[in-house]
């Protein structure tokens, strides 16, 4: 069974810095990996895809890596925001059988003005 | 303007009733799901549906129910044989085949 983490659960950053964010998966055999942005009592906003055959997605601030035989992503936002503040989820989808993605616990972002 | 509608945002239930949740969707998509979320915890597949008339139990399906008669749409049931309900629930659509996933804004739903 496929197993997301993304440590850490929470984590504050001044306004201006670059935010690095990690999510490692156990089984590399996926199809793509998906990054999400989630407010506070609202739904998942989709930032960036990212398909098993590519390296790296960008997306205006935002730059999202995969190493897929090490079972990592990244997420960088440059120049980080308090507009950023909100939780960032990773999800993995399967390469063989159903469409379901497994989802991280996410990382609970704080940019402090 | 495309995208997924969940309705009720809030819902409240009270012990031993069957509350429905609506999800519709403008999209074309074949593929769609209902998750569940708590504090503290992953979003946990509770049921989906890859093409119309067709679904699958996910993870936690125990005590809720779905129907797929529309492409658009795939309403959940949260019955009274689900134990603790009070959640966030959130709906998902695709193109299928590992295709983006778009989510709707939720429907927080509490029992009192």
């Known amino acids: 069974k496929q197993e997301v983490t993304q440590i850490p659960a929470a984590l504050s950053v001044p306004e201006g810095e670059n935010l690095v964010l990690n999510c490692s998966f156990t089984d590399s055999a996926i199809y793509n990996l998906q990054w999400f942005r989630q407010d506070p009592g609202k739904g998942l906003t989709s930032l960036l895809l990212i398909q098993s055959s590519q390296r790296e997605q960008t997306s205006g601030r935002l730059n999202a890596s995969l190493d897929k035989s090490s079972g990592r992503s990244t997420l960088y936002i440059a120049a980080s925001q308090p507009g950023d503040s909100a939780t960032y989820l990773c999800a993995v989808s399967p390469l063989y059988g159903n469409n379901r993605l497994a989802f991280g616990k996410g990382n609970q972002v704080v940019v402090i003005p | 303007d495309g995208g997924i509608t969940q309705s009720p945002k809030y819902l409240f239930r009270k012990e031993g009733q069957n509350v429905t949740l609506s999800c519709e969707q403008n999209l074309n998509h074949d593929a769609m799901y209902w998750y569940r979320q708590d504090p503290g915890q992953g979003l946990r597949l509770i049921y989906y549906s890859q093409i119309v008339n067709d679904f699958q139990k996910g993870d936690i399906a125990e005590g809720y129910s779905v129907s797929r008669e529309k492409k658009e749409s795939f309403p959940l049931t949260v019955t009274s044989a689900q134990k603790n309900p009070t959640a966030f629930y959130l709906c998902?659509?695709?193109?299928?085949?590992?295709?983006?996933?778009?989510f709707g804004q939720g429907t927080r739903l509490t029992v009192v």
């Open positions: 998902a659509s695709s193109m299928g085949g590992g295709s983006e996933a778009f």
